[in-house]
């Protein structure tokens, strides 16, 4: 058995998960764990060079399997650790559940197992493992929020079934239509329709900030993952039924986004709607083969994460009825802000970070697939933003109105919110950081 | 003490057909019973057949192996639906909180009272039973992933896998939606192990269906005991 350094990212995390279970009650300690350990994670692999540094082994064997760190794998947990550190950070400031630590650092061991080991098949099943272990953390001790998790395992779990097929190649030589599990896998793993139902529910009912951890961080290893899959069975691809289902499945998701966006009646309908657009429009990045494919995904996912994150500081946590609002103070008007931000970000307007990889993926749905799709991905980007200002001009004449409750925070949230802005802000102006970043993550740079 | 052959040898009146005959039976009533008492004693029997029939595709350790997973698998699942009242919905419910639960409407069947949903689930079970009979039939569906010798098992797989999909789309009720995916991923590790017969992959599968067993029994009491009582 070889011993190198990705066996540090595999036991390090659940070690460290297993203590924090343990400490769960007392939350701010497991938050501290949860930091160190990224935070020691992060450090060590920026030592990790493969061939060079302090740990120069890149592989680990283990029952005659090999988990291999590429470059690219070691740029993407160099971006991962740090963003999950980020993530806790937010448990610090606002409770989102006991179980978000623990299963925050169980499942980056089984993300980077699932992106080094050989073959494919095997990281197939550790990502249905990584979809169980981060179910506490979806549940979160809420009743409504069962069901959502339920429904994000079972499709994790069903996706299997596809997945192990085009990993195995069966698909593409003995069945005629080739295209067809790469097809059902893609839309199942990515919440495309007719298979939008988890990521529409988990939005609705869900944390933000956990909902930054699954639908982005998580999503950031499946992509990935799914790409390369995508690029072992290029038949699959260049099959025309498999570029126009996915077109209009993403035009379809879109839509369904921008409606429920359009039909809700409160911020939470809003955001579960703008994620739900959001995920219809990566799907055609899985249309584009090698390293472009993940230039359009990588930074749609890190902006989606960031978005969520703002949202998650922009929806209201605890409720004070004592301190009345003082308008003009920058904390009163800075939660409302970040929140507008982060959903206009999710929708990917300009001046966002969710611009970054927009155009990108309406050019490529724009490409030999008709116009028919394109012109509905406009429309739903059009119908949500009129959506979200609609609910805007709503909650402020509600809040002209019952001036007197307003959402407090420490300093801490606050110092929060205000990197957060900052760093979102900066993207928003510089499209071109993101992409430099994917680009530097995929080598290019 | 016998070994795992001379535990075979004892089955050979089994072998072929009449283990698929019973699997699919098992599987039905896994599916379409709606107590969870008749549904675990379905299901211990479903992973012992396929367990049996996985010696014709795998190595017969193996096979046993997953024999054994299946009896810790329905242990889990024993214990979980013991705990939950055996999937019945808590008495004295309002209309408000069914709806809550997601219950469907009832109706009674002479001495029986069902639910819509579970008279859908029934008819989409003999459907999907009638079709995975048509293989035997006339073999060759699978082809040539299931070679011809092995023809009598492609209507277990269609089976296994349709009745699991029939019972994780047609249930509301996590542990009997649980028990469909676990059929589901039965029948599909049934087909996959003509493609990869490697020890990695076969434990890999078994793994998984742990994994998804235990965030059934996970989430089926997070739905059914307070919250304070899972933290």
Redesign the interface.
């Known amino acids: 058995m070889e011993t190198g350094f990705p066996l540090v990212m595999l036991v390090g995390p659940v070690v460290t998960a297993i203590v924090a279970l343990a400490l769960r009650r007392y939350r701010r300690v497991s938050v501290i764990i949860g930091v160190v350990t990224v935070l020691s994670l992060a450090f060590l692999l920026s030592l990790a060079a493969p061939g060079t540094g302090l740990f120069a082994d890149n592989t680990v064997g283990f ?3 090999e988990a291999v760190m590429s470059p690219f794998v070691r740029s993407l947990f160099l971006f991962i650790y740090p963003a999950m550190g980020l993530i806790f950070l937010m448990a610090w400031a606002r409770p989102v559940g ?1 179980a978000l630590v623990p299963a925050g650092l169980a499942v980056l061991s089984l993300l980077a197992a699932a992106l080094m080991i050989s073959p494919a ?2 990281g197939a ?1 550790l990502l ?2 990584a979809a ?1 272990v981060v ?2 953390a979806l ?1 979160g ?3 409504d929020a ?2 959502p ?2 429904r994000y ?2 499709l994790a ?2 996706a ?2 596809p997945v ?2 085009v990993a ?1 190649g ?1 698909m593409i030589t ?1 069945f005629p239509a080739g295209w067809s599990a790469p097809l059902l896998a893609t839309l199942i793993l990515l919440g495309g329709f007719p298979f939008h139902i988890w990521a529409g529910a988990l939005g609705r009912h869900i944390s933000p900030v956990v909902a930054a951890l699954v639908l982005g961080l998580l999503q950031l290893v499946v992509v990935s993952f799914l790409l390369s899959l995508l690029d072992s069975v290029p038949g699959a691809r260049a099959a025309t039924e498999f570029q126009l289902a996915i077109r209009w499945s993403a035009a379809l998701t879109a839509l369904i986004g921008a409606f429920a966006m359009a039909r809700a009646i409160d911020w939470r309908g809003v955001v579960a709607g703008a994620i739900l657009l959001d995920m219809g429009l990566l799907l055609p990045a899985v249309l584009v083969p090698g390293t472009d494919g993940f230039m359009i995904a990588i930074p749609a996912l890190i902006a989606r994460y960031l978005a969520l994150l703002l949202v998650g500081l922009g929806l209201a946590g605890r409720l004070s009825i004592e301190e009345p609002a003082r308008p003009g103070r920058l904390p009163a008007l800075l939660r409302p802000a970040l929140l507008l931000y982060g959903l206009l970000s999710l929708i990917g307007l300009p001046l966002t970070p969710g611009f970054a990889g927009r155009w990108a993926q309406l050019a490529v749905v724009g490409q030999s697939g008709g116009m028919w799709p394109t012109l509905l991905l406009v429309f739903a980007l059009a119908a949500a933003t009129a959506a979200i200002v609609r609910m805007t001009r709503h909650r402020l004449a509600a809040t002209a109105e019952s001036a007197t409750i307003v959402g407090t925070f420490s300093a801490f949230e606050f110092g929060l919110m205000l990197f957060l802005a900052a760093i979102s802000t900066l993207i928003g102006l510089f499209p071109g950081l993101l992409i430099g970043l994917a680009a530097r993550m995929l080598g290019l740079g | 003490m016998p070994t795992i052959f001379d535990i075979l040898d004892r089955l050979a009146f089994l072998h072929g057909m009449p283990a698929v005959a019973l699997l699919l039976a098992a599987a039905f009533i896994a599916i379409v019973a709606w107590d969870m008492r008749p549904v675990i004693v379905a299901v211990l029997a479903q992973y012992l057949l396929a367990g049996f029939l996985f010696v014709d595709v795998l190595d017969p350790r193996l096979a046993f192996v997953y024999a054994l997973a299946g009896l810790f698998v329905t242990a889990i699942l024993f214990i979980t639906a013991w705990q939950t009242n055996w999937g019945r919905p808590p008495p004295g419910l309002t209309q408000q909180e069914a709806t809550r639960l997601g219950l469907s409407r009832t109706r009674r069947l002479g001495r029986f009272t069902v639910t819509d949903r579970s008279l859908l689930r029934l008819v989409l079970a003999v459907v999907v039973v009638l079709v995975a009979l048509w293989p035997a039939r006339s073999p060759g569906l699978l082809q040539p992933v299931v070679p011809a010798e092995l023809a009598y098992l492609e209507p277990a797989i269609v089976g296994l896998v349709g009745l699991g999909l029939v019972g994780l789309a047609t249930s509301v009720d996590l542990l009997f939606g649980g028990i469909g995916l676990l059929v589901f991923l039965t029948g599909f590790s049934l087909f996959h192990g003509f493609l990869d017969q490697s020890l990695a992959m076969t434990v890999a599968l078994v793994v998984a269906q742990f994994v998804v067993a235990l965030t059934v029994a996970y989430l089926a009491q997070a739905r059914y005991l307070p919250a304070d009582v899972l933290d």
């Open positions: 029952l005659g399997r006991r098949g095997l099943v249905v493992a169980a179910v506490p549940h001790g809420k009743f069962v069901v998790a339920w395992l079972l779990a069903v299997l079934a192990l097929l195995s069966s003995t």
